[in-house]
């Protein structure tokens, strides 16, 4: 059984950073592709970043291009994103999702994963 856990938010004013981490439990971690997700209330999960389970160059969301920084390290189970010069915009939920049989057009997409974390809250406020 696969299980996702976060860590690392926090509240930070604008300009800061902040590093969260997502630890995987179960068989197999390379061969799970992972996202990073976030959630605001009353709006859909969005695309934050991705990976893939050979590791590879990470995918961005346009609004975290050249700002947020994902990697991962299959000898620890973990991975990470790195999150620079926050924004007020980027306050929400924090999830990391996997998926062991995700096709790369599909990577984007929140119902291509099929285990989740609980989240962590990252609040940017000054």
């Known amino acids: 059984q696969v299980q996702l856990v976060e860590s690392g938010g926090g509240s930070v004013p604008p300009g800061e950073s902040l590093r969260l981490s997502c630890r995987f439990s179960?068989?197999?971690?390379?061969?799970?592709?992972i996202g990073w997700f976030r959630q605001t209330p009353g709006k859909e999960r969005e695309f934050v970043a991705g990976?893939?389970?050979?590791?590879?160059?990470?995918i961005y969301a346009d609004s975290t291009e050249g700002r947020f920084t994902m990697s991962r390290d299959n000898a620890k189970n973990t991975v990470d994103l790195e999150m620079n010069s926050l924004k007020t915009g980027d306050t929400a939920v924090y999830y990391c999702?996997?998926?062991?049989?995700?096709?790369?057009?599909?990577?984007?997409?929140?119902?291509?994963?099929?285990?989740w974390g609980r989240g962590t809250r990252v609040t940017v406020s000054s």
């Open positions: 999702a996997a998926s062991n049989r995700l096709i790369t057009s599909s990577q984007r997409l929140s119902s291509a994963y099929h285990y």
């Open positions: 179960g068989q197999a971690f390379r061969t799970y592709s």
């Open positions: 990976i893939k389970g050979n590791g590879g160059r990470p």
